[in-house]
DNA sequence: TATTTGTCGAGACTGCTAGTCTTGTCAAGC
DNA sequence: GCTTGACAAGACTAGCAGTCTCGACAAATA
């Protein structure tokens, strides 16, 4: 998520409120820059932070995780998680995409059968290896409630839909798909199916699934 | 939702936690059954939370809807509403589906295409109702929260399943679907991507929208 | 070294909500 | 008239997000 939350070692967070660092910056006034006074930001509290969240989050069985428990368990003060967070979900969602792979970029072996196939399989394998699974599920859920996390989560999730358009926008243009077949569509298949087995947890996700699921959509919208 | 929510004009629901109407019949004594005493039950009281909260569900804009805000609108206290309903979900779930069609009757046409067309486009069409449509988003984000909410909201959506499955199920009997067409699977892509677009609203459920996704279905798993 | 600036942990506090409990009232049957 | 149970009103508890305050502490500067 670097284009939502460009962390670096000591940057903030790009979705702060107030940026006490960059207070002094004031553009059009020719304030002289004085770099840094103060005490510096705890690197050590803030991994422990998300690594509280996300310890939290892959626990939680369902249950909301607090923000107390999460300050608490990483043995530090409330208004430390709110001086570099402007949300829970701002939390959250930094825990579970701090060790994400960032770069989602589909495959591209030159068969559509091949990339889609591999793509469903992948998004269904990831998302249920257990550390991520429990974490992602009790986010979605918070995202129900939290506008601002949902907003969030939608430029998280919108990397990754991009990435299997233009996998299927390749195949168009060799002609593994009708010209006129709708892309966004099958997208949204892919990803319905997914979250809505994900949350609801009825159905399996399994490699099985994902290989039927490719070629059922690569089949229903062919060429002539 | 009667197969959740048993009312009749003097039946408690169902989920009671207690039910006092009950508590004299204890079964294996053979106590002598009183039909009744004390004041009944109010019909206008029932009929006014339902109302209220339908409506607060339908006007609420992503606001969740409070327990305080469907007995002050409905001119009753609160502990009537829970004296019937043992949560708030139950309230708003029962709100939402008392006046909704319960026979969920899938189309019989004989041919499958024209069935599931006609299923799609209707399940579609009835989520976008401007009544409906606010109410069952908000109580899908309220079931997000509420285990015991998503439980009743799972017997709601399972009835809906059903019909489609049987709708299928007769299409792959009749030969127009493979033989071994995964049904649940494409269940799942039809209401995946209604939920998916429904909830998002990143696009759009009209009638085009559902017969491509009828047509690609049908022709993604047929008969070789 | 002393001062300033800004972070730290701790925890009190506000505001909101679900759900419970209490109170005094009212209606239906005995 | 008495009992029973529904009723409206509203106090109350418990849990949570987010704010505010406090005294301690660390980095840069004078």
């Known amino acids: 998520m670097s284009e939502t939350e460009p962390r670096s070692e000591q940057a903030a967070p790009a979705v702060r409120t107030q940026q006490p660092e960059r207070t002094d910056q004031t553009p059009e006034q020719t304030a002289p820059t004085r770099p840094h006074t103060g005490r510096r930001r705890n690197e050590a509290a803030h991994r422990a932070i998300l690594d509280a969240a996300l310890h939290l989050l892959a626990d939680s069985d369902g249950t909301p995780v607090t923000i107390d428990a999460i300050a608490r368990t990483a043995g530090v003060g409330k208004q430390t998680v709110y001086r570099w967070w402007p949300s829970k979900g701002a939390v959250l969602l930094d825990a579970l995409t701090d060790r994400a792979d960032q770069d989602v970029r589909g495959p591209d072996t030159g068969t559509l059968r091949t990339d889609l196939r591999t793509f469903v399989a992948t998004t269904f394998d990831a998302a249920q290896r257990s550390t991520t699974a429990s974490a992602l ?67 399996p996700l399994d490699p099985n699934t994902a290989e039927r699921l490719a070629d059922s959509l690569l089949t229903g919208n062919a060429a002539d």
Request: hydrophobic share 40%; net charge neutral.
């Open 137 to 203: 599920r009790t986010l979605a859920r918070e995202a129900a409630r939290d506008p601002h996390l949902a907003e969030l989560m939608q430029t998280f999730t919108a990397t990754r839909r991009t990435a299997l358009r233009e996998l299927l926008s390749r195949g168009r243009e060799r002609g593994e798909l009708a010209g006129d077949a709708d892309l966004e569509l099958i997208v949204d298949q892919v990803y319905g199916v997914f979250w809505y087995r994900f949350l609801l947890g009825h159905g």
